[in-house]
């Protein structure tokens, strides 16, 4: 009998990265939330409930932004399917989609990461992977900027007077007007020895505009680091962070953004690292700033990390408070009398954009035999379920599961290892432990076998060293070093009549930082380990 395939996600109130939100502008109940790998959805009752929007792509969404009640354009950078690559638009509201031509301004398939709109509508900007784009028509023919120092552009801010930022790999630029030269920004900023700032932003928010004075800008960059401007970019000074989610050692900015509050004289600036969501108020009076005060804002129930991951935030139009958050887990609403964000949920919510790394099976040999079927996901736990996904269990972090043997006699015995945290679980994720690491930094360890796993380094003085351990990490054998190589794929065994073990992988041999050359790699472990 002929089998058929649909779509599934597990009942998990995680819903999967969301990378971008928009709001109708009339019509303040109907928000399109864009995911990262997953595809966009749409919700009508003001982010309680959301449906996939079935006419756009599976692919990751950079941006969302409505140009009208009708009129709405998506940005999009997957590399899974680069024919989907590009920008997107809609006419009916988010409902229907088409892509832009293929080719958009003779540029071939392109990232497009970032929009920005003058303040009169009459004219759009992206920020794209081949400089950027600027559309007179509502994003329905655009024409491309490519001046070497805008390549690799990742956000792109228009400010009063026909100002244009932009930020991309090779540094801060700024544009006068319509008419004038690219300039390399470098006031305020401490440069590097090529002369180029050395506070990049990746963000693709990287710039944010006060409310209030059009002219006054923010500009997050890696560090990582807050700056302001108050003459429309040319002149920049850093924010004192002290105490702030961005002042830490690691991470690097993820977004900056402003709101007006219900004050005529105040407004909020929300930024973040890597990990956490902060906000302060400031104090326009004349020509004179002042931050008032700072807030924690990433309280939440995201009991999966200890972090949201923020990549932007949704406000209500009419009281300007935090209402909807793209993260990590999905997407979360602001419970302000509790000052908490809180998941709107995943399957049963409607977002079933769960990123999976890994699905494995182990059968469970004893009393009541039955088949064990565990996930791993990015940012979104780990998950098993004994009863054909009826109900699932799960384990806060993220990665591959390993089995450590395809058989086992009881659930108490299932050994599971987790690649990304280096950990391994037995009983169903009741008793977690750490994975017993290679001598060396390294990657995530590969299953070849029962009982065997691998282990490549880091590159470390040149060299990318396999290690193989035969009892659960508690032990490992150094197998050998190759120069230069990164090891990219799941090494294959090969069992001989004399019990040797052949490993063949696929490996990207390097030239400097550089990926030239792919080849398949033998290695042959003799009896001792070695």
């Not at 977002?351 to 790394?357: F, G, K």
Request: glycine share 10%.
């Amino acid at each position: 009998q002929a089998q058929t395939m649909h779509q599934f996600q597990p009942e998990t109130k995680w819903g999967g990265r969301f990378t971008a939100l928009d709001r109708n502008p009339s019509l303040s109940q109907i928000i399109l939330g864009g995911s990262d790998s997953g595809g966009l959805f749409r919700s009508d009752d003001g982010g309680v409930a959301w449906a996939r929007v079935d006419s756009f792509p599976a692919m990751l969404l950079t941006d969302l932004i409505f140009l009208s009640n009708h009129v709405v354009l998506a940005a999009s950078i997957t590399d899974i399917t680069p024919v989907s690559m590009g920008i997107w638009r809609s006419i009916d509201g988010g409902l229907n989609w088409d892509r832009i031509s293929s080719d958009i301004a003779g540029t071939g398939v392109i990232q497009v990461r970032r929009f920005s709109r003058s303040e009169d509508g009459s004219k759009l900007f992206a920020a794209t992977s081949r400089g950027v784009l600027t559309s007179g028509d509502d994003g329905f023919n655009w024409v491309l900027d490519s001046s070497p120092l805008l390549e690799d552009a990742y956000s792109v801010q228009w400010l009063t007077g026909d100002v244009l930022l932009v930020a991309s790999s090779r540094g801060l630029f700024r544009r006068g007007s319509s008419t004038a030269p690219w300039v390399r920004v470098t006031q305020g900023f401490e440069l590097g020895s090529d002369g180029s700032p050395k506070n990049r932003s990746w963000s693709y928010r990287s710039f944010a505009v006060s409310p209030l004075n059009l002219g006054h800008v923010y500009y997050s960059a890696e560090g990582p680091q807050l700056y302001e401007s108050f003459d429309a970019g040319v002149n920049w000074r850093p924010v004192d962070m002290t105490g702030s989610a961005i002042d830490q050692p690691n991470g690097r900015p993820t977004l900056v953004q402003t709101v007006r509050t219900s004050a005529p004289d105040i407004f909020m600036v929300f930024y973040c690292n890597t990990w956490d969501l902060h906000a302060k108020r400031v104090r326009v009076q004349g020509q004179t700033v002042t931050y008032l005060d700072s807030t924690w804002i990433n309280k939440s129930d995201n009991d999966h990390n200890t972090n949201l991951d923020p990549t932007q935030v949704l406000f209500d139009p009419r009281t300007y408070e935090p209402d909807l958050l793209a993260a990590d887990g999905g997407i979360y609403r602001w419970n302000i009398t509790e000052q908490k964000w809180y998941s709107v949920g995943g399957r049963s919510a409607g977002l079933t954009a769960l990123q999976l790394y890994d699905v494995m099976s182990q059968q469970v040999t004893g009393n009541g035999w039955h088949e064990d079927v565990y996930y791993g996901t990015q940012d979104n736990n780990l998950g098993i379920t004994s009863d054909d996904g009826v109900t699932w269990k799960e384990l806060g972090g993220e990665g591959l599961v390993l089995p450590s043997e395809a058989y086992i006699d009881s659930d108490e015995n299932a050994r599971i290892f987790i690649s990304d945290g280096r950990t391994y679980t037995k009983g169903h994720f009741a008793d977690k432990r750490p994975w017993q690491d290679a001598p060396i930094p390294s990657a995530a360890p590969y299953f070849v076998q029962h009982n065997i796993y691998v282990q490549n380094s880091a590159i470390h003085q040149g060299q990318n060293t396999l290690f193989i351990t035969f009892d659960f990490g508690e032990t490992w054998h150094k197998l050998r070093s190759i120069d230069r190589t990164l090891v990219t794929q799941e090494p294959q065994i090969v069992r001989t009549s004399d019990q040797s073990l052949y490993l063949y992988f696929a490996a990207w041999v390097l030239d400097g930082n550089i990926c030239c050359r792919r080849g398949l790699v033998q290695v042959r472990v003799s009896h001792d380990g070695s």
